[in-house]
């Protein structure tokens, strides 16, 4: 069966950020279960050899989850402030 997407190994791609090369960092197998049985996902961290780029990626990745957790943490006090004043409203 012919590859579907890119046929180029994962090293052999330039950072998309300042094209430096990239190499693998850590890959695992992971079991999940599903419908249909067991299904076997492998996963593969790729990582920039440029260390200044790499710390600039993770700061921003670090930022993100910070935000996303701020904004959940928004949501959900406000979901409780809801569901607080509809039930002093009966």
């Known amino acids: 069966m012919p590859k579907i997407g890119n046929t180029k190994s994962i090293e052999e791609i330039p950072c998309s ?3 430096s090369k990239r190499k693998i960092a850590k890959k695992w197998k ?3 279960q599903n419908s249909s049985g067991f ?3 492998e996963h593969t961290s790729v990582i920039c050899t440029n260390k200044v780029c790499q ?3 993770d700061a921003v990745i670090l930022a993100d ?3 996303r957790e701020k ?3 928004i949501k959900l006090e406000d979901s409780a402030k809801r569901m607080a004043a509809s039930k ?3």
Do not use: D, P, W, Y
Request: include cysteine; charged fraction near 35%; hydrophobic fraction near 45%.
């Open 55 to 57: 710390a600039e990626f």
């Open 30 to 32: 992971e079991k999940i």
């Open 88 to 90: 002093t409203a009966e």
């Open 65 to 67: 989850a910070a935000k």
């Open 71 to 73: 904004l959940k943490q």
């Open 39 to 41: 299904m076997t996902l």
């Open 17 to 19: 950020r300042c094209g």
